[in-house]
C-alpha cells in the first residue's frame, strides 16, 4: 500500500526567513558589555556558494585543501546584518578571539545545514 503524502498548503515555509536574529555577544569574559549581532539565515545556494568558497582545488596536482578563513569571511559578509555598536565586516575580521569564537557560534554552519540532521528527501519516486 502507497502511502499518501501531504502537499504543502504554506509555500512561506519553504523559503528562508526574512527576518534577522540578533544575538548578544558578550565583550570580556568580566565584562557586562553585550555586541548586539543580527544574523539572517542562508537561503541554500548561500549555503552552497559558502561550502564551495572553502574549497582550492587544484587541478594539476589533483589535490584539494579547505580554507576556513575563506568561509568564514563569506559568512561574516552575507550574513551579519547589522551589529551596534556599528561594525564593518573587516572590523568584525578583526575581533578578539573571545569575541570571535562566540561570533563563529551563532553564525550559520554551511556543513551541518548542507548535511544536517535530516534532510527531509525521502528518496519519493513519482508514484501513481
Given at each position: 500500500?502507497v ?15 526574512v ?12 565584562s ?9 539565515e542562508?537561503?541554500w545556494l ?33 550574513f ?24 563563529k ?24
Open positions: 500500500m502511502e499518501e503524502k501531504k502537499a504543502i498548503t504554506d509555500k512561506s515555509r519553504l523559503f528562508a526567513a527576518n534577522t536574529e540578533c544575538h548578544h555577544i558578550r565583550v570580556a569574559p568580566d557586562d558589555e553585550y555586541l548586539q549581532v543580527w544574523i539572517k542562508p537561503t548561500q549555503v552552497e556558494q559558502a561550502l564551495s568558497s572553502v574549497m582550492n582545488i587544484d587541478s594539476t596536482s589533483k589535490s584539494f585543501d579547505l580554507d576556513l578563513n575563506k568561509m568564514y569571511r563569506f559568512m561574516v559578509e552575507n551579519v546584518e547589522k551589529t551596534d555598536p556599528v561594525l564593518t565586516s573587516v572590523d568584525l575580521l578583526r575581533l578578539s578571539p573571545y569575541v570571535g569564537a562566540q561570533l557560534e551563532i553564525l550559520p554552519n554551511p556543513f551541518t545545514d548542507m548535511m544536517g540532521d535530516d534532510t527531509g528527501n525521502e528518496n519519493s519516486t513519482n508514484e501513481s
